[in-house]
């Protein structure tokens, strides 16, 4: 097949774009390179869009130039330029996580929509080998798109999707029937047949499966499931490049698909939770009687806000805990003004940050970042941990299951995981809003510590009575 | 089989292999940054949208390629630019301690 000159450059410049996301996601496994990688990746995408772009403009068309179809192009790209644009500099760095997933969810929208015109404008039968790509692709982005709007919904707190785990009654058997519905479809049309109701039952089914397959899930397994979806996403990707027998999409989707899922698996082991036990939402149905369940057994010691005040306040060392709970309650800013408020008084204050602290993983430091603490104050795990044992106080912030003792005995859930070292501090103050359990559905020993004092209150309330207590002193 | 679409296959399995060898030993830190980095890269699907942009000819395909392309290039723009803005709050500050110091 000979190429003309045009055509030969657009491949050219989608090679160069498929080597710069290659390099750009190399970049991006080190923190001292991963700006530049980001900005690299960023750049060749720029170059496989802006050759794209010449390509349509210049080929020699049969029907000539076609007019409306770039003004869609055009409206599109700034319509979506200027929506993402918006968003992403504008948005809380709290919500990130959710923006994250909304990008996903319309990918994978992009990558169904490209399979489902391309159904619709099959006139015959089709091939076997189109038609695996077109039906596959429209599964998977469609699973993709309504899957992560609602991880997104759970993330921002929407009442319609509650990050709670939501137990449909009998759910479990709609997933299964939705997924056999799916696959029959599938098979019915891979025969092949062309039926384009049929496309549109698999597609609604899809839709549909996207939706009961996430709500069941806990809200703190999120970033697992997102790391998943986007996966899928580029897997859909991938099979839109088949669809349109076209190279770049099959190498970046390829690309994704493959690194998220091994990137699902590193974080889900970060958080010591297995991706299967995730997706069937069992063990996140333990999040659902949280608050019902005092520590078993051992007696817990409840601890006044002035007293804490007085704990911190003449303390020469504070390490501060902070965790899911702070995220939540976007209580970072009041943690910060604690902690300069005791740094004032002479009392050395660092953070202790476990490295699935947040809502997703490495999501601590940014947010703290942004709260302007100082980045020196900030201590990953393996440098804070001897440091517990000098310190007199250590102040636990929405934190539950990484500062868990259990972890370092076999034979617990969290058994296994590493830890923050909290116990060994002189004195532990815990701001929780309740007994409840963290998402490992155990009891934390730490609580039934007697060196620890329980302020039963939300992160931000909390941390404000305490910064008011410690004015008044 | 044709010859094309085993060519196809045939990139498709080595850009797999290469996606599971592009992710080595990452910090926890990035795991963020980097599933939002990997994200943005799938957002090329736009090109595939301006593909059937180019060809649309009665309003269904219009409305779907406008709504594809829409999607697509919020997904690269929007994604890239988050994820330079998480990096950037990553960003060690070597100079950052001193001037503070300094204005202390």
Known sequence: ?473 | MNAELLTALTIFVLAILCGFAVISKVPATLHTPLMSGANSIHGIVVVGAMFIAVEADEPVAYVLSFIAVAFGTMNVVGGYVVTDRMLQMFRRKPAAPAAEKAEA
């Open chain 1, 1 to 473: 097949m000979e190429l003309s000159a045009l055509e030969t450059l657009v491949r050219v410049a989608w090679v160069a774009g498929a080597v710069a996301f290659v390099i750009g996601l190399i970049r991006m496994n080190s923190p001292a390179t991963a700006r530049n990688g980001n900005l690299l990746s960023a750049g060749g995408m720029a170059v496989a869009i802006g050759a794209t772009a010449v390509f349509l403009a210049f080929e020699t068309r049969e029907e000539g130039l076609n007019v409306t179809g770039w003004v869609i192009i055009l409206a599109g790209l700034a319509l979506g330029g200027g929506l993402g644009l918006y968003t992403a500099r504008t948005v809380k760095m709290t919500a990130m996580p959710q923006l994250v997933s909304l990008f996903n969810a319309v990918g994978g929208g992009a990558a169904a929509l490209i399979a489902i015109d391309d159904y619709l404008r099959l006139s015959a039968t089709p091939s076997l080998q189109v038609n695996v790509a077109t039906v596959l692709d429209i599964v998977i982005g469609s699973i993709t798109f309504t899957g992560s709007l609602i991880a997104s919904g759970k993330l921002m707190g929407l009442k319609i999707t509650p990050s709670r785990p939501v137990m449909i009654p009998g759910g479990q058997l709609v997933t299964a029937a939705l997924a056999l519905i799916v696959v029959a479809g599938a098979i019915y049309l891979w025969i092949p047949n062309l039926s384009v109701p049929i496309m549109l039952v698999i597609l609604a089914a899809a839709l549909v499966f996207g939706v009961t397959m996430t709500l069941p899930i806990g809200g703190a397994d999120m970033p697992v499931v997102i790391s998943l979806l986007n996966s899928f996403t580029g897997t859909a990707v991938a099979m839109a490049g088949f669809v349109l027998d076209n190279p770049v999409l099959i190498i970046a989707g390829a690309l994704v698909g493959a690194s998220g899922a091994i990137l699902t698996k590193l974080m889900a082991d970060a958080m010591n939770r297995s991706v299967i036990n995730i997706m069937v939402g069992g063990f996140g149905a333990a999040e659902g009687t949280q608050g019902a369940v005092a520590g078993a057994g051992h007696s817990v010691r409840e601890l006044g806000m002035d007293d804490a005040a007085i704990q911190l306040a003449y303390a020469s060392s504070v390490i501060v805990v902070p965790g899911y709970g702070l995220a939540v309650a976007q209580a970072q800013h009041a943690m910060r003004e604690l902690a300069e408020l005791l740094e004032a008084r002479g009392v050395d204050v660092k953070y202790a940050i476990h490295p699935v602290a947040g809502r997703m993983p490495g999501h601590m430091n940014v947010l703290l970042a942004e709260a302007n603490v100082p980045y020196p104050q900030l201590k990953e795990m393996e440098e804070i941990n001897p440091e517990f044992d000098r310190c007199d106080v250590a102040l636990v912030v929405g934190a539950n299951d990484v500062t868990n003792p259990a972890a370092r005995k076999p034979g617990s859930p969290v058994s296994g995981m590493p830890i923050l070292d909290v116990d060994h501090a002189k004195a532990i103050i815990v701001i929780k809003r309740s007994m409840g359990r963290g998402y490992a559905g155990i009891d934390n020993e730490l609580y039934g510590n007697p060196k620890t004092g329980m302020l039963f209150a939300d992160a931000k309330a909390g941390l404000a009575e305490l910064i008011t207590a410690v004015k008044a002193l």
